[in-house]
């Protein structure tokens, strides 16, 4: 519930008066409700149906003196107009404040969704070596409309809880002795239906694990779709699917069966509730005609609203592992948020040009595991010259990259730029002056276009075409039917490996780093356009700072330093040809 109450705080911070607004024209249409069902007991004493029993009704007689002094002619249509005025009235009032709630709605998922998705953008970058990505999938869609559905019916269950009141104190006013019946009666009915809400409770935590493996398996499946199809793998895939959408079937089946019957029993005890009341205004209380058609209608509308306080607070129980998830996921983010950094991007390009990089006595281990991952490093990666880093797999050149670039925070020593300490902001900031590519680099499912001025958005085509031929893809781009604007597909799936590592190259070089960090990242090149490459890398140097990863001795050929990783030890060599790899 505490998790419930954070959510509600947040509503309420979003919302401002508009909350209150919205809960004050909830509870209003309820009272017009009950207007206009009041009404109701005068035109039915106008056209003799109660008797003298109208008089019972409190405000009813003086209703019925008023339409009587009428003409005969005008008094019933007079009436009925002015019925279907009020219920016209609330029915465009309800049409607002439907909009109106609608709104308020999907701008507070969008602000969740938004600072959710901010605080995952800052998070640092061991925060999500430790996790799932479809795991943030998962929160972000699922869960978060879960949390949203359920804040918002919260509200509902709320507004309807003030009008059952003033409705309550409307029966009490007519009959304290059956009201007082009803509420007893309630009260009994809420407390065996205790068990239930436990029930919901647990369906809700299966219904968030079930959706968490359904995530997590179906982005495992299509990351892995090729390895699937060629190994001819379908079937056991389809054996996974259809065990876990079962569960997830019978699930949400043994919900509805639970709401089903939570409805059925509200039902039956309310035909039980109306025949008691009859029983005792006729044979004990005697009250009027008309004071019992008023609580009986009175009731029959009240009743439904029980049903629904219980069947809401179900589902919003139900709903309370998602908002647990997300506020898990809000704290997580915020143990793990970079600090902010107030350096544009050109102070931090101007800032790194001419800097040297030293590592002294950089040691790192994942997790707090027990092998270091470095040990001990110290190394100077000199300005505007290209380093190799080179060594066997697992030796860690990728985790010295990660901290040279302030990926990764060295658990002992330091890292310094041209002699100054990055850390904190500086170590966040100094990314603004570094371009990586990875070995396997990453494409949105977008136009080659917007694939490189995602960097730069405002690179003319001229600076495209210039970053396109450093990186040997000029001629690809020129011969493919849509050149620039053609679609790349999802991660760059309609274009061969080396294809993909070229443009990833030319969106780094457009950007013009004062770092450019390649990462394996001619790996999959024929010897030609590696070449190419090598050439442009060699042409480069001067003007940036160059490190390479690389197992193949070709790559580096032209590097002014080597540095050799050994299990997680460094050791610098001036020759190439040195290389233990
Ligand atoms: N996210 C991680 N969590 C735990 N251990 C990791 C993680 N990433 C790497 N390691 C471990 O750290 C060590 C160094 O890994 P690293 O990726 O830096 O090696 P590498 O030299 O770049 O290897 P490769 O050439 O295969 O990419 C390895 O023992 C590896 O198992």
């Known amino acids: 519930m505490t998790d419930l109450r954070y959510y509600l705080g947040k509503l309420r911070r979003y919302a401002g008066a508009r909350l209150y607004g919205q809960l004050a024209a909830m509870v209003a249409l309820g009272l017009f409700d009950g207007v206009g069902l009041y009404m109701l007991v005068p035109m039915l004493g106008l056209l003799g149906f109660l008797g003298n029993g109208a008089g019972s009704v409190p405000f009813a007689e003086e209703g019925l003196e008023t339409l009587r002094e009428l003409p005969e002619s005008l008094a019933l249509p007079l009436s009925l107009a002015v019925y279907v005025l009020i219920v016209a009235a609330q029915a465009f009032f309800q049409r607002e404040q439907s909009v109106r709630g609608a709104r308020l709605q999907q701008g507070f998922i969008r602000h969740l969704r ?308 990055a850390t904190g902001d500086a170590r966040v900031a100094l990314r603004h002056a570094v371009s990586y590519v990875a070995q396997d680099p990453f494409l949105f499912h977008a136009s080659i276009r917007d694939n490189l001025l995602c960097v730069r958005p405002n690179a003319g085509e001229e600076e495209l075409w210039d970053a396109l031929r450093f990186a040997a893809s000029d001629e690809f781009v020129k011969r493919l039917p849509e050149g620039l604007d053609t679609i790349v597909g999802d991660r760059g799936v309609r274009l061969s490996g080396g294809e993909r590592q070229r443009l990833v190259l030319a969106r780094a070089i457009l950007r013009k780093p004062s770092i450019l960090v390649l990462d394996e990242a001619t790996s999959a090149l024929d010897t030609d356009n590696e070449e190419k490459i090598r050439q442009a890398i060699d042409r480069l140097k001067g003007t940036m700072t160059i490190i390479v990863i690389a197992h193949r001795l070709t790559t580096i050929r032209g590097a002014d330093q080597v540095i050799a990783m050994e299990r997680g030890e460094a050791s610098v060599r001036k020759d190439y040809r040195q290389d233990p790899a």
């Open 114 to 421: 938004l600072t959710l998705y901010d605080s995952l953008l800052h998070s640092n970058w061991p925060f999500f070596i430790r996790r799932r990505k479809s795991d943030f999938h998962h929160l972000l869609t699922s869960e978060l409309a879960r949390v949203s559905q359920a804040t918002h019916l919260f509200l509902q269950l709320t507004s309807s809880l003030v009008f059952t009141i003033i409705q309550i104190g409307i029966a009490f006013w007519l009959s304290a002795e059956l009201t007082a019946v009803v509420l007893v009666s309630g009260a009994v009915i809420a407390l065996a239906m205790r068990g239930r809400i436990r029930r919901a409770k647990e369906v809700g935590n299966r219904n968030s694990e079930l959706s968490l493996s359904y995530y997590a398996g179906l982005n495992d499946h299509f990351s892995g779709i090729k390895d699937i199809k060629s190994n001819r793998l379908e079937a056991s895939y389809l054996d996974w699917f259809r065990a876990l959408t079962g569960r997830m079937e019978a699930n949400f089946t043994a919900f509805a069966r639970l709401q089903a019957s939570t409805q059925s029993l509200y039902r039956i005890a309310a035909a039980a509730l109306i025949a008691l009341f009859v029983y005792l205004s006729f044979e004990v209380l005697r009250v009027g005609a008309g004071q019992l058609l008023l609580i009986v209608i009175l009731f029959a509308r009240l009743w439904p609203r029980f049903t629904a306080i219980q069947a809401g607070a179900e589902q919003i129980v139900s709903a309370i592992p998602a908002f647990q998830g997300l506020r898990r996921l809000e704290r997580e983010c915020g143990e793990a948020r970079e600090p902010e950094e107030e350096r544009t991007i050109e102070d931090e390009r101007v800032r790194f040009a001419h800097a040297e990089i030293e590592c002294r006595g950089v040691s790192f281990r994942y997790g707090g595991g027990s092998d270091y991952a470095l040990r001990d490093v110290t190394v100077t990666i000199p300005a505007g010259k290209m380093t190799a880093i080179v060594g066997k797999s697992g030796a860690g050149k990728s985790t010295l990259a990660d901290v040279l670039m302030g990926l990764l925070e060295p658990e002992s020593g330091s890292v310094l730029f041209g002699g100054r300490p």
